[in-house]
């Protein structure tokens, strides 16, 4: 396995569409392997999709179950080929990405979804989320779709802010 590099807005890739995984094979079941350590590897992601490490696959991988209190979670979730069949509620919640590191934005998402996909044996599976990962689930959904979460932000005026450096209320 691998930490691979996270390509950084504004990469085109960032911006296309994903194409669908025709097969589960040792290749893909690699890949997923090598974003999965990229992910454990960032300590404030819960996610990745494909096309932030440069390959554009309709697969994601996620694990909110690292942030303290989420306690309603699958754990350690890689889709291929998901799809969004069923949400309800609204919620608006800060978000950030690993692709766009020196800003958060307030966006809308579904409170609760249901997800489709393959697990990496190629089996059909269906998630219910709710909470952070229904968030995380649908931000990794809007990756495969090259949508960004600034593209869902309101107000680039009022509902992006620049993420604060740890470091800043330490340096003069």
């Known amino acids: 396995m691998a930490v691979l590099p996270a390509l950084k807005y504004p990469h085109p890739t960032l911006r296309a569409k994903c194409t669908a995984v025709l097969e589960t094979n040792e290749e893909i079941r690699r890949i997923i392997n090598d974003m999965t350590e990229t992910m454990y590897a960032s300590p404030s992601c819960v ?98 779709d090259g949508v960004l979460f600034i593209h869902r932000v309101s107000s680039l005026g009022t509902d992006l802010v620049r993420r604060k450096n740890p470091l800043d209320n330490i340096l003069p």
């Open 47 to 144: 996610g990745i999709a494909a096309p932030q490490v440069g390959y554009p696959l309709r697969m994601f991988v996620m694990d909110v179950s690292r942030k303290i209190g989420q306690k309603k979670n699958h754990g350690l979730l890689a889709l291929i080929n998901p799809v969004l069949v069923y949400s309800e509620g609204e919620k608006i919640t800060r978000e950030g990405c690993l692709s766009i590191p020196d800003f958060l934005g307030n966006v809308k998402r579904a409170r609760r979804v249901i997800v489709k996909g393959l697990n990496p044996e190629g089996w059909e599976v269906e998630i219910l989320s709710t909470g952070l990962e229904a968030i995380a689930m649908q931000h990794e959904l809007d990756h495969l």
